[in-house]
Protein backbone atom coordinates (compact mmCIF):
# COMPACT_ATOMS: atom_id res chain seq x y z
CA UNK A 1 0.00 0.00 0.00
CA UNK A 2 1.08 3.40 -0.85
CA UNK A 3 -0.31 6.50 0.59
CA UNK A 4 2.65 9.07 0.88
CA UNK A 5 3.75 9.07 -3.04
CA UNK A 6 6.66 11.60 -2.86
CA UNK A 7 8.37 14.37 -0.40
CA UNK A 8 9.91 17.32 -1.50
CA UNK A 9 12.73 19.60 0.30
CA UNK A 10 14.01 22.69 -0.50
CA UNK A 11 16.72 22.77 -2.63
CA UNK A 12 20.16 24.50 -2.14
CA UNK A 13 18.45 28.51 -4.01
CA UNK A 14 15.50 28.32 -1.54
CA UNK A 15 17.60 27.59 1.26
CA UNK A 16 20.16 30.04 0.40
CA UNK A 17 17.12 33.05 -0.23
CA UNK A 18 15.77 32.21 3.11
CA UNK A 19 19.20 32.41 4.91
CA UNK A 20 20.17 35.87 3.27
CA UNK A 21 16.61 36.97 4.15
CA UNK A 22 17.14 36.46 8.11
CA UNK A 23 17.66 39.81 9.47
CA UNK A 24 19.92 37.81 12.67
CA UNK A 25 23.16 35.85 11.18
CA UNK A 26 24.43 35.29 14.14
CA UNK A 27 22.90 32.24 14.62
CA UNK A 28 25.47 28.96 14.77
CA UNK A 29 23.38 26.82 13.04
CA UNK A 30 20.14 27.18 10.49
CA UNK A 31 19.52 23.24 11.33
CA UNK A 32 17.58 21.28 9.94
CA UNK A 33 18.29 24.10 6.61
CA UNK A 34 22.04 22.72 4.94
CA UNK A 35 21.25 19.12 6.30
CA UNK A 36 19.79 17.18 3.43
CA UNK A 37 20.61 19.85 0.31
CA UNK A 38 24.74 18.83 0.83
CA UNK A 39 23.61 15.48 -0.85
CA UNK A 40 21.87 17.18 -3.22
CA UNK A 41 18.37 15.26 -1.84
CA UNK A 42 14.99 17.75 -2.82
CA UNK A 43 12.93 14.31 -3.65
CA UNK A 44 12.40 11.31 -1.91
CA UNK A 45 9.56 8.60 -4.15
CA UNK A 46 8.21 6.13 -1.78
CA UNK A 47 7.31 2.51 -2.27
CA UNK A 48 5.12 0.33 0.22
CA UNK A 49 8.71 0.35 1.85
CA UNK A 50 11.26 2.62 1.20
CA UNK A 51 14.52 2.96 3.10
CA UNK A 52 16.54 5.94 4.03
CA UNK A 53 20.63 4.30 4.29
CA UNK A 54 23.34 6.29 5.42
CA UNK A 55 26.00 6.94 8.88
CA UNK A 56 25.68 9.14 11.46
CA UNK A 57 25.17 12.24 10.17
CA UNK A 58 23.94 11.21 6.34
CA UNK A 59 20.63 13.13 7.20
CA UNK A 60 18.34 10.04 7.52
CA UNK A 61 17.07 11.06 10.77
CA UNK A 62 16.49 14.60 9.87
CA UNK A 63 14.56 13.73 6.91
CA UNK A 64 12.14 11.58 8.69
CA UNK A 65 11.47 14.15 11.61
CA UNK A 66 11.05 16.41 8.60
CA UNK A 67 8.52 14.37 7.09
CA UNK A 68 6.68 13.68 10.25
CA UNK A 69 6.25 17.43 11.14
CA UNK A 70 4.86 17.96 7.93
CA UNK A 71 2.62 15.36 7.97
CA UNK A 72 1.88 15.74 11.50
CA UNK A 73 2.23 12.50 12.65
CA UNK A 74 1.77 11.26 16.01
CA UNK A 75 5.12 10.59 18.14
CA UNK A 76 6.07 9.60 21.78
CA UNK A 77 8.29 11.65 22.35
CA UNK A 78 9.96 15.23 21.64
CA UNK A 79 13.29 15.71 19.24
CA UNK A 80 16.05 18.41 18.75
CA UNK A 81 14.25 21.26 16.99
CA UNK A 82 15.97 24.20 16.41
CA UNK A 83 14.39 27.63 15.55
CA UNK A 84 13.98 27.15 12.15
CA UNK A 85 12.53 23.73 11.60
CA UNK A 86 8.82 25.12 11.28
CA UNK A 87 10.57 27.63 8.53
CA UNK A 88 12.12 25.13 6.89
CA UNK A 89 8.83 22.43 6.77
CA UNK A 90 6.82 25.40 5.06
CA UNK A 91 9.19 24.84 2.27
CA UNK A 92 8.36 21.41 1.87
CA UNK A 93 5.58 19.76 0.12
CA UNK A 94 4.17 16.10 -0.60
CA UNK A 95 1.68 14.23 -2.54
CA UNK A 96 -0.36 11.36 -1.34
CA UNK A 97 -1.57 8.42 -3.34
CA UNK A 98 -4.17 7.70 -0.87
CA UNK A 99 -4.96 9.43 2.09
CA UNK A 100 -3.12 8.82 5.14
CA UNK A 101 -4.45 7.48 7.93
CA UNK A 102 -5.13 8.92 10.94
CA UNK A 103 -3.54 6.63 13.26
CA UNK A 104 0.12 7.10 11.45
CA UNK A 105 3.11 7.64 13.05
CA UNK A 106 6.68 8.51 13.37
CA UNK A 107 8.51 5.72 16.11
CA UNK A 108 12.14 6.31 17.02
CA UNK A 109 15.00 5.24 19.07
CA UNK A 110 13.57 7.40 22.02
CA UNK A 111 10.45 5.99 21.91
CA UNK A 112 11.35 2.44 22.16
CA UNK A 113 13.52 3.26 24.72
CA UNK A 114 11.43 5.03 27.13
CA UNK A 115 8.50 2.24 26.90
CA UNK A 116 11.57 -0.39 28.28
CA UNK A 117 12.75 2.16 30.91
CA UNK A 118 8.90 2.57 31.93
CA UNK A 119 8.19 -0.77 31.75
CA UNK A 120 11.33 -1.70 34.07
CA UNK A 121 10.00 1.00 36.34
CA UNK A 122 6.22 -0.90 36.42
CA UNK A 123 8.23 -4.14 37.05
CA UNK A 124 10.49 -2.59 40.08
CA UNK A 125 7.16 -1.04 41.93
CA UNK A 126 5.96 -5.00 41.08
CA UNK A 127 8.99 -6.35 42.65
CA UNK A 128 8.89 -4.13 45.69
CA UNK A 129 5.25 -5.14 46.16
CA UNK A 130 6.25 -8.71 46.27
CA UNK A 131 8.70 -8.44 48.69
CA UNK A 132 6.46 -6.43 51.07
CA UNK A 133 3.42 -9.30 50.24
CA UNK A 134 6.71 -12.36 51.42
CA UNK A 135 6.97 -10.18 55.10
CA UNK A 136 2.91 -10.12 54.98
CA UNK A 137 2.69 -14.00 54.27
CA UNK A 138 5.00 -15.05 56.85
CA UNK A 139 3.59 -12.58 59.81
CA UNK A 140 -0.10 -13.87 59.16
CA UNK A 141 0.78 -17.48 58.81
CA UNK A 142 3.04 -17.95 61.72
CA UNK A 143 1.02 -15.32 64.16
CA UNK A 144 -0.48 -15.81 66.86
CA UNK A 145 -4.32 -14.63 66.21
CA UNK A 146 -7.03 -14.44 68.10
CA UNK A 147 -9.62 -11.85 67.03
CA UNK A 148 -11.26 -9.88 69.72
CA UNK A 149 -13.69 -7.49 68.13
CA UNK A 150 -15.06 -6.88 64.44
CA UNK A 151 -12.13 -4.65 63.88
CA UNK A 152 -9.61 -7.49 63.55
CA UNK A 153 -11.85 -9.15 60.65
CA UNK A 154 -9.60 -8.11 58.32
CA UNK A 155 -6.33 -9.62 60.00
CA UNK A 156 -8.85 -12.48 60.12
CA UNK A 157 -9.32 -13.02 56.38
CA UNK A 158 -5.31 -12.30 55.66
CA UNK A 159 -4.46 -15.11 58.15
CA UNK A 160 -6.71 -17.83 57.06
CA UNK A 161 -6.19 -16.65 53.18
CA UNK A 162 -1.68 -17.25 54.11
CA UNK A 163 -2.13 -20.20 55.86
CA UNK A 164 -4.62 -22.04 53.19
CA UNK A 165 -2.38 -21.27 50.13
CA UNK A 166 1.24 -21.50 49.69
CA UNK A 167 3.62 -18.25 49.32
CA UNK A 168 3.65 -18.35 45.79
CA UNK A 169 -0.32 -18.14 45.40
CA UNK A 170 -0.96 -15.58 48.06
CA UNK A 171 1.63 -13.67 46.28
CA UNK A 172 -0.67 -13.75 43.23
CA UNK A 173 -3.71 -12.96 44.44
CA UNK A 174 -2.54 -10.08 46.44
CA UNK A 175 -0.72 -8.61 43.02
CA UNK A 176 -3.42 -7.34 41.07
CA UNK A 177 -1.85 -5.90 37.93
CA UNK A 178 1.27 -7.99 37.48
CA UNK A 179 3.92 -7.47 34.64
CA UNK A 180 5.61 -9.85 33.12
CA UNK A 181 9.45 -8.52 32.93
CA UNK A 182 10.93 -9.18 29.72
CA UNK A 183 14.67 -8.65 28.02
CA UNK A 184 15.37 -5.58 26.46
CA UNK A 185 15.13 -7.08 22.99
CA UNK A 186 11.40 -8.36 24.06
CA UNK A 187 9.99 -5.17 25.10
CA UNK A 188 11.80 -3.01 22.28
CA UNK A 189 9.19 -5.83 19.88
CA UNK A 190 6.59 -5.75 22.04
CA UNK A 191 6.29 -1.46 21.30
CA UNK A 192 6.49 -2.23 17.53
CA UNK A 193 3.82 -4.67 18.01
CA UNK A 194 1.30 -2.42 19.94
CA UNK A 195 1.88 0.39 18.01
CA UNK A 196 1.94 -0.59 14.14
CA UNK A 197 -1.69 -1.05 13.41
CA UNK A 198 -3.41 -2.15 9.82
CA UNK A 199 -3.43 0.30 6.88
CA UNK A 200 -0.84 3.17 8.47
CA UNK A 201 1.82 4.73 7.30
CA UNK A 202 4.81 4.33 9.82
CA UNK A 203 8.51 6.27 10.04
CA UNK A 204 11.23 3.62 11.66
CA UNK A 205 13.90 5.93 13.00
CA UNK A 206 16.74 3.04 13.56
CA UNK A 207 14.16 0.52 14.63
CA UNK A 208 17.20 -2.61 15.20
CA UNK A 209 17.64 -0.37 18.41
CA UNK A 210 18.24 -2.90 20.84
CA UNK A 211 17.27 -5.95 19.21
CA UNK A 212 19.56 -8.58 18.77
CA UNK A 213 20.12 -10.30 15.44
CA UNK A 214 17.00 -12.98 15.75
CA UNK A 215 14.40 -10.22 17.25
CA UNK A 216 15.64 -8.23 13.91
CA UNK A 217 14.96 -11.09 11.91
CA UNK A 218 11.74 -11.16 13.72
CA UNK A 219 10.77 -7.67 13.24
CA UNK A 220 11.58 -8.11 9.70
CA UNK A 221 9.00 -10.82 9.24
CA UNK A 222 6.79 -8.34 11.06
CA UNK A 223 6.98 -5.30 8.85
CA UNK A 224 7.12 -7.68 5.84
CA UNK A 225 3.54 -9.04 6.91
CA UNK A 226 2.05 -5.48 7.99
CA UNK A 227 2.93 -4.47 4.30
CA UNK A 228 1.79 -7.39 2.02
CA UNK A 229 -1.21 -8.53 4.45
CA UNK A 230 -2.34 -5.46 6.39
CA UNK A 231 -2.17 -2.50 3.93
CA UNK A 232 1.15 -0.90 5.99
CA UNK A 233 3.21 1.68 4.31
CA UNK A 234 6.64 2.08 5.86
CA UNK A 235 9.34 4.65 5.33
CA UNK A 236 13.09 3.48 7.62
CA UNK A 237 15.72 4.82 8.89
CA UNK A 238 18.40 1.74 9.17
CA UNK A 239 22.27 0.65 8.37
CA UNK A 240 20.88 -3.10 10.07
CA UNK A 241 22.04 -6.05 7.24
CA UNK A 242 18.53 -7.72 8.52
CA UNK A 243 16.28 -4.76 7.73
CA UNK A 244 18.19 -3.49 4.81
CA UNK A 245 17.22 -6.97 2.85
CA UNK A 246 13.33 -6.43 2.95
CA UNK A 247 11.67 -7.92 0.17
CA UNK A 248 10.51 -5.11 -2.47
CA UNK A 249 12.70 -2.24 -0.70
CA UNK A 250 13.27 0.95 -2.26
CA UNK A 251 16.49 2.17 -0.57
CA UNK A 252 18.33 5.71 -1.17
CA UNK A 253 22.40 5.31 0.13
CA UNK A 254 22.56 8.97 2.04
CA UNK A 255 26.50 7.90 2.28
CA UNK A 256 26.38 9.09 -1.40
CA UNK A 257 27.73 12.51 -2.33
CA UNK A 258 24.43 12.61 -4.59
CA UNK A 259 21.65 10.30 -2.60
CA UNK A 260 21.28 7.26 -5.06
CA UNK A 261 19.11 4.46 -5.16
CA UNK A 262 20.81 0.75 -4.99
CA UNK A 263 20.24 -2.69 -4.05
CA UNK A 264 20.88 -3.63 -0.44
CA UNK A 265 23.71 -5.76 -1.71
CA UNK A 266 25.73 -2.98 -3.30
CA UNK A 267 25.80 -1.06 0.00
CA UNK A 268 28.96 -0.38 1.98
CA UNK A 269 27.79 -1.54 5.60
CA UNK A 270 26.37 -4.45 3.90
CA UNK A 271 29.43 -5.10 2.11
CA UNK A 272 31.57 -5.04 5.33
CA UNK A 273 29.82 -7.96 6.13
CA UNK A 274 29.97 -10.13 3.37
CA UNK A 275 33.89 -9.44 3.04
CA UNK A 276 33.91 -10.28 7.12
CA UNK A 277 32.18 -13.38 7.35
CA UNK A 278 33.76 -14.15 3.34
CA UNK A 279 36.97 -14.22 5.45
CA UNK A 280 36.20 -16.33 8.14
CA UNK A 281 34.37 -18.65 5.73
CA UNK A 282 35.98 -21.83 7.04
CA UNK A 283 35.69 -21.64 10.56
CA UNK A 284 32.12 -22.03 10.06
CA UNK A 285 32.40 -25.12 8.06
Known sequence: MVYLSNFKFPDVGREDDFIFGQKRTCYDTYYP??????????????????????GNGSGKTTALNVIAEKLGLDRDTLYN????????????SYEEE???????????????FD???????INDGINRKREDLFEDYLEAKYARFQMKSLDDYEQLKKVVQARGNT?????????????????????AFLY????????????????ENSLSPEKQQELLKFLEDSVRF???????ATHSPFLLSMRGAKI?????????????????????????FKKHEAEFE
Open 192 to 207: FADKIKENGLYLLDEP
Open 230 to 236: FGCQFVI
Open 167 to 187: QSKYIRKNIMDNVREHSNGES
Open 81 to 92: RSNFFEDYTKLC
Open 98 to 112: LKIPADSRIITSDDV
Open 115 to 121: FMLNLRS
Open 252 to 276: YDMDEEVVDVKRWSELGNVRAYFNF
Open 33 to 54: FQILSKHNLTRLDFEPVTILYG
